[in-house]
Structure formats: C-alpha cells, structure tokens
C-alpha cells in the first residue's frame, strides 16, 4: 500500500519560526472568529451553540478583526490561521479574509468543510488561502452523524474536496481519531490517497478545559492504551506497513525506563519546548490573547482593550514562566511523549503535575507498536498462505 503525502515544514518556516522565537516577535498567530459550529463534535474542546455564544460575549466585529490583523502585521506576523467553530458560518467571513489577504499574510484556514460550497468556492478563488486545512471525522455519512451531530457530513467535505481542488487551492486533511470513528481510519487515509491530500492524524485529544473548567484529564475519547495503539497505526498508515515492520526491526523497541526514582530529583522543571509566546500566539472568538489555543483562558485580559502590544508581552511572560514537571525532565520518554504545557494543565490542572493519560500513553506505545506488528505480520502470512492453497 502507499503512503500518503505527510506535512513537512518548509526549512525557511522554520528558519524564520527559529529566529522570532529567538527574538520574541509574534510571527504567527491565529484569529479564532467564532465559537459556533454547525456540527456537535464529542470531543471539541471549543464549541458552542449560538445561543451559548451570545450569553457569553458578542461577537468581534470584522473590522475590530482586520485592525488587530494590521497591528500584529506591523508587530511581525507573517502567518495566521483563521479558524473557530466554523469560520464559514460568519456572514462577514468573506470581508475578513479579503482584508487579511490584502495584507499579504500567509493565510490559512481551519474548516470542517461542511459549508464550502460552489458560490464559497467562487470568492475564495478571488482572495485565495495558502491552504485550507479540512478536518475529516470519518468516511461515511454515519460515522459523521455518530461523532458530529451531522449525519451529511461526509457527503457535504466530499463535495468540497472536489470543488476546491477544481479550483486549484490547496488542501491539508486532519483526523481526529476517537472511538467513534476509529473504524473508519482505514477508510479516511484511503479517501486521502485516492485525492492524493496531504494528512495528519492523531489518536490523542486534549481535554476541554476551554469549554468546561471541570473536564481536567477528561474527554469523550480512547483510553491511554487504545490511543497509544492507534497511534501506531496512524504511524504505519502514514509511512506503509514495510516502513513501519522495517522501524521496528531496526530500532528493536526499547525498553521502558527503569523506575528508580531518580528522575525524580530536579527541584524545577524545563520551560516549554513549543513556540507557544516565544513567535506565535492565539486569539479567541472573544478577545483574550493566548500563549496557546489549549490553554485555558483564565483572567487573561482583552487584547482589544489593552491593545496588541500589552497582550502579547503578557502572553509570552506567561509562557516563559511556565516550567513543566520536574519528574518529567528526567524521563527517558519525554522525546517520545512530547508532553507540552497544554497537556500538562489540561490534563493535571497544573503545570507542576504530571499528565498521566499521555505519560501512560507513551509507556504504552512500544508494546503497541509490537502488538501492531504482529497484526500485521500475522495478516501477510495467512494472505499468502491463503494464495498458496489456490
């Protein structure tokens, strides 16, 4: 079977990325636009009706959306994603983006597809993204409607795969896998060869903290051993399942570290790894301006009172008081787990406590990736043994 085409990042991204989060410039950001969606995805961490959104807060204006997008552009962005909810349920989408694009950012956008018809299509093609980045929950109706509410799901991102690679824009597949759809992962990365889209794909959802302050360490998703499985099969559907026995002849699966207690020495743990308020940051549907979009808003001010500027310093001092668990630093997996901060609060509620979900997970996954292996080593001899006896 072949592989599908994997994200790779541009060396003069992240030449550029390396070099602001050096210099503390907010290179690239995200505007979240709005909180609504027209679907009811289980694990979202975000989400709102817009009943929900309106008790909340209004939301901002697209002029209020176009002024912050022309400070952070003179302050050094250079990218932004745009995303939600669903960007495309905004009447005035098509002004935000046409204004941004003016600009000369490198746009994308975060879209569940549902709502990129053929009139959508026509003025996208005047204002075009860099890319538009396409979350797919499943390859069925029924699965869309199992997971998301939406039981046209697929029909309706089917559609708007084929208008917009007509139209010559380019397209990025994302998978969020969970149990409802996990039957369909298969099937998801087969659509993807078959339109030959680039995918990325993961069996790991945060906690949705942003949406419900009671959820630490809880969603409606795998347990840590079923995701660290499934983590293993996106591995192998993303590299082919030779690439993937090849893997693991060769790097023989490590052990797990031993548990001496050792790593348990450092009094401070490390600062976060990501560029979370070094050279990027994240603007919600109502204003608050964050190191990161997982994070939970907290008191965090309103970067349309205080202003770019202020909002920004607060975000990346934020950032850089952050230092994860100290057991963590001296953990043999820690490169395999990449626990960023946002797992750890979302996971623990606090930066000093370590995220059990991911750190079973990533103990886990070596036994996974064997188990897997087998699977697949099994399936090749009784497909062969099966063409033997014909």
């Known amino acids: 079977m072949a592989m599908v085409n994997i994200p790779v990042e541009a060396p003069m991204t992240e030449y550029l990325h390396a ?13 979240e636009l709005t909180p609504v969606c027209n679907m009811a995805c289980r694990m979202c961490y975000v989400r709102m009706t817009k009943a929900e959104q309106e008790a909340v807060h209004p939301l901002r ?112 597949i994302n998978c969020s896998l969970t149990p409802y759809n996990a039957a369909d992962l298969e099937g998801i990365f087969e659509f993807c060869r078959k339109e030959q889209l680039i995918i990325q794909a993961t069996s790991y959802m945060f906690p949705p903290l942003r949406r419900d302050a009671s959820k630490i360490g809880q969603n409606d ?45 450092e009094t ?31 008191s965090t001010a309103d970067v349309f009172e205080i202003g770019f500027d202020e909002a920004w310093k607060r975000a990346s001092e934020t950032a850089a008081a952050i230092r994860l668990p100290a057991r963590c630093t001296g953990c043999g997996l820690k490169d395999q787990c990449r626990a960023c901060a946002a797992m750890v609060l979302t996971e623990s509620g606090d930066y000093s406590k370590v995220p059990e979900y991911r750190c079973r997970m990533a103990h886990e996954y070596p036994q996974a990736c064997q188990r897997l292996a087998d699977e697949i080593r099994d399936g090749k001899q009784k497909k062969q043994g099966q063409e033997e006896s014909e």
């Open 221 to 265: 998703r795998f347990t840590p051993e079923e995701a660290a499985y499934y983590a293993a099969k996106i591995e192998s559907l993303m590299n082919g399942e030779e690439a993937f026995l090849e893997r693991m002849v060769q790097k023989k699966l490590e052990g797990l570290p031993s548990d001496t207690g050792d790593d348990c020495l």
């Open 268 to 298: 401070e743990g490390e600062g976060i790894r990501c560029r979370a308020g070094k050279c990027s940051f994240w603007v919600t549907w109502d204003g608050k301006l964050l190191p990161c979009g997982m994070l939970p808003t907290g």
């Open 61 to 172: 204006t697209a002029e209020e959306w176009l002024e912050l997008g022309k400070t952070a552009k003179d302050r050094g962005m250079l990218y932004l994603l745009l995303t939600g909810g669903e960007p495309f349920l905004r009447p005035d989408f098509r002004e935000i983006l046409s204004g941004l694009h003016r600009m000369g950012l490198i746009i994308t956008i975060n879209s569940n597809g549902t709502m990129i018809d053929e009139k959508a299509v026509e003025w996208l093609k005047e204002t075009p993204p860099t890319r538009i980045n396409i979350t797919l929950y499943g390859a069925s109706d029924e699965t869309y409607g199992r997971l998301c509410g939406n039981p046209r799901g697929f029909t309706q991102v089917t559609r708007a795969v084929r208008l917009l690679k007509e139209a010559g824009i380019t397209i990025k």
């Open 19 to 31: 070099k602001a989060s050096r210099l503390n410039i907010p290179l690239s950001g995200t505007f």
